[in-house]
């Protein structure tokens, strides 16, 4: 079998090893509703303080019960560390660090490079990498990729590399990570393909696959844009 037999087949079992860098309100959810769903998620962040509190089953987060957390925690399905070595045994990561506004109003994606760079020096054959931070289209064909190349593996035969953009709604009641329907957009159909079928095993919703990852920036983009006007 390829690689995305081999990953299909993975995600199926719930044998995939699922890694978040970035414990905040995107990323905590998001890791407590991989592991919910079955799969062994190591949460990854710089604050030493954020990973005790997950690895105590301590939630600091609206959006998570705590007693799914300390649930979770308790049956070793979700470990948190500031150790980015570890990420050379996940299969599937996403990347949900913040991307706040500069002195110029410019995004500033040193956070995003800074992560990139970590999954690059642990890049392996058959990895899926996703970005979920708010930031500019064009930012993960022309910033991620090649950080990601530069391991001298190649995106679309050795890894996958796809965005789905963050859509938290903090504090709602009714609507959470699960409820709201996930768009991806891959680098290329294979990418596409394997990483909305691991959206799809997570959150109890639909997927929506769009063309290419700048397609599912934009989408984020005219969100944000919404929001902001409303």
Same mark, same amino acid.
């Given at each position: 079998?390829?690689?995305?037999?081999?990953?299909?087949?993975?995600?199926?079992?719930?044998?995939?090893?699922?890694?978040?860098?970035?414990?905040?309100?995107?990323?905590?959810?998001?890791?407590?509703?991989?592991?919910?769903?079955?799969?062994?998620?190591?949460?990854?962040?710089?604050?030493?303080?954020?990973?005790?509190?997950?690895?105590?089953?301590?939630?600091?987060?609206?959006?998570?019960?705590?007693?799914?957390?300390?649930?979770?925690?308790?049956?070793?399905?979700?470990?948190?560390?500031?150790?980015?070595?570890?990420?050379?045994?996940?299969?599937?990561?996403?990347?949900?660090?913040?991307?706040?506004?500069?002195?110029? @109003?410019?995004? $500033? =994606?040193?956070? !995003?490079?800074?992560?990139?760079?970590?999954? +690059?020096?642990? &890049?392996?054959?058959? #990895?899926?990498?996703?970005?979920?931070?708010?930031?500019?289209?064009?930012?993960?064909?022309?910033?991620?990729?090649?950080?990601?190349?530069?391991?001298?593996?190649?995106?679309?035969?050795?890894?996958?590399?796809?965005?789905?953009?963050?859509?938290?709604?903090?504090?709602?009641?009714?609507? @959470?990570?699960? $409820? =709201?329907?996930? !768009?991806?957009?891959?680098?290329?159909?294979? +990418?596409?393909? &394997?990483?909305?079928? #691991?959206?799809?095993?997570?959150?109890?919703?639909?997927?929506?696959?769009?063309?290419?990852?700048?397609?599912?920036?934009?989408?984020?983009?005219?969100?944000?844009?919404?929001?902001?006007?409303?």
């Amino acid at each position: 079998m390829d690689h995305r037999d081999i990953l299909l087949k993975k995600i199926a079992d719930r044998d995939i090893v699922a890694g978040v860098i970035g414990l905040g309100y995107v990323g905590l959810p998001l890791a407590v509703e991989t592991a919910k769903a079955g799969f062994r998620t190591i949460g990854f962040d710089v604050k030493k303080e954020k990973v005790d509190s997950v690895n105590q089953g301590r939630n600091y987060i609206v959006d998570v019960a705590d007693s799914d957390l300390k649930t979770l925690v308790g049956k070793g399905m979700i470990a948190a560390t500031t150790d980015l070595s570890e990420i050379e045994n996940v299969d599937f990561v996403t990347i949900c660090v913040p991307t706040p506004l500069d002195a110029h @109003k410019r995004p $500033d =994606i040193s956070h !995003v490079e800074a992560a990139v760079k970590s999954v +690059a020096d642990h &890049l392996h054959k058959g #990895m899926m990498v996703v970005l979920e931070s708010t930031t500019y289209p064009g930012t993960t064909e022309e910033l991620v990729k090649p950080i990601l190349e530069s391991s001298g593996l190649k995106c679309g035969c050795d890894f996958y590399l796809g965005y789905s953009p963050e859509r938290a709604d903090p504090a709602n009641a009714i609507y @959470k990570t699960r $409820d =709201i329907p996930k !768009v991806v957009g891959g680098c290329g159909a294979e +990418a596409g393909e &394997l990483i909305s079928a #691991m959206y799809g095993a997570v959150l109890d919703n639909k997927v929506f696959r769009v063309s290419s990852p700048v397609v599912a920036e934009m989408v984020k983009m005219l969100e944000n844009s919404y929001r902001n006007v409303n």
